[in-house]
Nanobody, 115 residues
Framework: QVQLVESGGGLVQAGVSLRLSCAAS????????MRWYRQAPGNQRELVAD???????NYSDSVKGRFTISRDNAKNTVWLQMNNLKPEDTAVYYC?????????WGQGTQVTVSS
């Protein structure tokens, strides 16, 4: 069993920064890709960013240049540094880990950005 726990969300004003963390625990063996998704009310869950075990990153166009994903393989942890937050970034943010052909999900952390 693998557990993913996100933290770092909150209510902030537009323009500020937040850093989300996601720590994986349990029966872990070489997590391949770690991803951050988000889901706003009434919207489908969308991929925000992902990072391979080797550090190759990918971002959605809506966050490119503002968000940075990073990870520590030894700690099985992934972070999402979010700068210059906008009201449209408001959503529940989920981390996901791909391992042995399966995807594992965290419970999500709320990020609310006020204008």
């Amino acid at each position: 069993q693998v557990q993913l726990v996100e933290s770092g969300g909150g209510l902030v004003q537009a323009g500020v920064s937040l850093r989300l963390s996601c720590a994986a625990s349990g029966l872990i063996f070489n997590i391949n890709v770690m991803r951050w998704y988000r889901q706003a009310p009434g919207n489908q869950r969308e991929l925000v960013a992902d990072i391979t075990r080797g550090g190759i990153t990918n971002y959605s166009d809506s966050v490119k240049g503002r968000f940075t994903i990073s990870r520590d393989n030894a700690k099985n942890t992934v972070w999402l540094q979010m700068n210059n937050l906008k009201p449209e970034d408001t959503a529940v943010y989920y981390c996901a880990a791909s391992m042995l052909g399966k995807n594992f999900w965290g419970q999500g952390t709320q990020v609310t950005v006020s204008s």
